[in-house]
Nanobody
């Protein structure tokens, strides 16, 4: 059983940057495609970014493409999300998740393991 713990959320002004981390324990993430999702009040989890198990392919939602970068360090069992040029509409709880397939899905239902989430608030 893989446990995921996110960190790095906080309050930032519009146009600023934040970096999120997701550390895994209880298993190695190298077996999993990984993804970041976010959720705002009253909405379902939204795909933000995904990365292949090997790290050689990445996928983004159109809303974050060019501003966010997903990466992973399998040796450190850690997933990252660098968020630049943040907008008020990026405000959400951000979750990391592990997908048992080689390529990350864009639906939350594809993922087996989830972190508890970290709040990102962007003030305008």
């Amino acid at each position: 059983q893989v446990q995921l713990v996110e960190s790095g959320g906080g309050l930032v002004q519009a146009g600023g940057s934040l970096g999120l981390s997701c550390v895994a324990s209880g298993g190695t993430i190298s077996r999993y495609a990984m993804g970041w999702f976010r959720r705002t009040t009253g909405k379902d989890r939204e795909f933000v970014a995904g990365i292949r198990w090997s790290g050689d392919s990445t996928y983004y939602a159109d809303s974050v493409k060019g501003r966010f970068t997903i990466s992973r360090d399998n040796a450190k069992n850690t997933l990252y999300l660098q968020m630049n040029s943040l907008k008020a509409e990026d405000t959400a709880v951000y979750y990391c998740a592990a997908d048992g397939r080689l390529i990350p899905g864009r639906s939350w239902s594809s993922y087996e393991y989830w972190g508890q989430g970290t709040q990102v608030t962007v003030s305008s």
